[in-house]
C-alpha cells in the first residue's frame, strides 16, 4: 500500500521558520518526481515545490523562491520542506505528493488531477 505521511505544520509569527517533512513507504522516491502543494482557503491548490532526480531538477513557485527549500533522502524515502521567512499568505494546507515517472510540470503547471499520491495535509498558520 503506497502511502505519505506529512507532519510539522503549526503556528507560526510573520518571518519565522517551519520545516515540513513527508514520508513515504510502498513506492520509492528514486523514480518519482516529488513535492509539495498548498491550499489556501478560498483559493486553488497550487504547487509550491518539487524535487526530481530523473530530471536533476528543482521547481520554486514564484513566490516562495529564496525562502523555501526541498530536499530528500531518498535512502529514507523522507522529503523535506524548509520554509523560512514566512508570511501571512503562507497560510495554508500543505499537502505531499508524488507523482511516479513524472515530471516536476506536474508542481510547476499546477497539475494536481494527475498526480498519483497525496498524504494528508498539514496546515501552516503563520500570524501577523
Known amino acids: 500500500e503506497v502511502q505519505l505521511q506529512a507532519s510539522g505544520g503549526g503556528l507560526v509569527q510573520a518571518g519565522g521558520s517551519v520545516r515540513l517533512t513527508c514520508v513515504g513507504s510502498?513506492?520509492?522516491?528514486?523514480?518519482?518526481?516529488i513535492g509539495w502543494f498548498r491550499q489556501a482557503p478560498g483559493k486553488e491548490r497550487e504547487g509550491v515545490s518539487c524535487?526530481?532526480?530523473?530530471?536533476?531538477?528543482?521547481y520554486y513557485a514564484d513566490s516562495v523562491k529564496g525562502r523555501f527549500t526541498i530536499s530528500s533522502d531518498n535512502a529514507k524515502n523522507t522529503m523535506y520542506l524548509q520554509m523560512n521567512s514566512l508570511k501571512p499568505e503562507d497560510t495554508a494546507v500543505y499537502y505531499c505528493?508524488?507523482?511516479?515517472?513524472?515530471?516536476?510540470?506536474?508542481?510547476?503547471?499546477?497539475?494536481?488531477?494527475?498526480?498519483?499520491?497525496w498524504g494528508e495535509g498539514t496546515l501552516v498558520t503563520v500570524s501577523s
Open positions: 505528493a508524488a507523482v511516479g515517472f513524472g515530471s516536476c510540470t506536474y508542481f510547476s503547471g499546477n497539475y494536481y488531477n494527475g498526480v498519483d499520491y
Open positions: 510502498g513506492f520509492t522516491f528514486d523514480d518519482a518526481a
Open positions: 524535487i526530481s532526480r530523473t530530471e536533476r531538477s528543482t
